[in-house]
């Protein structure tokens, strides 16, 4: 009985969280409320209550379900026995977009993330989970550039820092870009295009090739051969 208790305590759980998915998407986060989301649960607040703390545990528990397979993505690219993790990195970004993309669930908590969450006060916690999460994934992209620099895998002409603050801007401003017409560019394809070009971006530029002292540059070759002679 006690595990089938637990069993029907997490479908509850989830079942709240999936109508929340569905109020904040209609209403926005800051004009929801826990009573909203009971009322569109078939729940009380009590059953609410039960399971989170308040609204923002509510829409962390959210986030969580959802990303947390993404950012393991990221963490498992500080595994020093990873043999490229730059393209670790490449690929979990190349990923995150697709789901975006095919994971109708993913596309609904990114669409809330970017355009239906205010961080006023009863939401503070949430602006710092966001920050947390944003800070790790920084420092995780930083330290894969590091390590690739470090065997020589990558050149890169800005510090590692500023590369991996410009990866993370790119990959949040193309699923925000995205979410606000979806029709109008393909993600998963312009998406990888936009990282990988990036990345060969911020290589260093080939040194210029001088000319030798006293020589004369070579004539340009004009097209036609004898056609027109």
């Known amino acids: ?29 800051s004009r929801t409320s826990l ?5 569109a649960a078939g729940l009380t607040r009590g059953a609410i209550y039960w399971h989170f703390k ?8 959210m986030m969580l379900r959802v990303t947390l397979p993404m950012e393991d993505m990221v963490r498992a690219s500080a595994d020093p ?39 006023v006060d009863e939401l503070d916690k949430v602006w710092e989970r966001h920050l947390k999460v944003h800070d790790e994934m920084l420092a995780r992209v930083e330290g894969a550039l590091r390590r690739s620099q470090q065997r020589g895998q990558v050149s890169l002409r800005a510090p590692a820092r500023t590369v991996a603050i410009g990866l993370h801007a790119l990959i ?15 993600l998963v394809k312009v998406g990888r295009q936009v990282l990988e070009g990036y990345l060969a971006g911020m ?3 080939p040194p210029a090739v001088m000319p030798v002292p006293g020589s004369a540059p070579a004539p340009a070759r004009r097209g036609g051969g004898r056609a027109g002679r």
Request: proline fraction near 4%; aromatic fraction near 8%; charged fraction near 30%.
């Open 203 to 205: 290589a260093p530029a």
């Open 81 to 119: 026995q990873l043999d490229a993790p730059v393209e670790h990195i490449l690929e979990s970004f190349v990923d995150a977009l697709r789901k975006t993309v095919h994971d109708p669930q993913v596309r609904r908590v990114f669409d809330i993330a970017s355009h239906k969450v205010e961080y």
């Open 54 to 61: 308040d609204k923002a545990d509510l829409f962390n528990a």
């Open 35 to 39: 009573n909203d989301i009971a009322l």
């Open 172 to 186: 949040d401003g193309l699923i925000r870009n995205w979410l606000l017409a979806p029709e109008s560019f393909d």
């Open 1 to 29: 009985m006690a595990r089938r208790t637990k069993e029907e305590a997490q479908a509850t759980r989830s079942h709240i969280l999936d109508t929340a998915e569905q109020v904040f998407q209609a209403r926005g986060v």
